[in-house]
């Protein structure tokens, strides 16, 4: 069964508590990628390794797509979201492509889950977004 990406730290995907889910900081990086920088969907490194450009629109997909398949693997859907924290590095640049983004996925406004949406100096792997997301168990 696909599940997201491998967390990059110390942690599990999930943790389950009475009829909730838990989803640790979910990341764009493709299931299978075996290095913190790898996988990231319209990622372009310098020979570095520093980062030269990027696809947030494709982050943005990606990141769902991840959500999803790490509800799917753990005993929930993505109809069960209850809320979800979203973690931008630009929030001047990225919000509103994130936003019309979010509305293809989420285009029933009554059955959206809660959402924060907070700007933070960076992210332990160059990526533009991570997600933190709170399910009710199927």
Not at 44 to 70: M, P, R, T, W, Y
Not at 95 to 122: M, S, W
Request: hydrophobic fraction near 40%; include cysteine.
């Amino acid at each position: 069964m696909k599940q997201g990406p491998k967390p990059v730290g110390n942690y599990p995907h999930t943790k389950a508590v009475g009829n909730l889910l838990f989803l640790s900081g979910v990341g764009p990086r493709i299931a299978g990628s075996d290095s913190n920088d790898s996988g990231v969907p319209g990622l372009e490194l310098d020979h570095n390794g520093n980062f030269k450009a990027f696809d947030f629109a494709a982050q943005v997909h990606s990141v769902l797509g991840n959500v999803k398949a790490i509800l799917d693997a753990n005993g929930s859907r993505w109809e069960n979201l209850v809320d979800i924290t979203v973690f931008l590095v630009d929030m001047h640049r990225d919000f509103h492509t994130f936003n019309r983004i979010y509305a293809e996925y989420f285009p029933d406004p009554e059955t959206q889950p809660c959402r924060t949406t907070v700007e933070i100096n960076r992210l332990p792997t160059p990526i533009a977004i991570e997600l933190k997301c709170v399910a009710v168990l199927s």
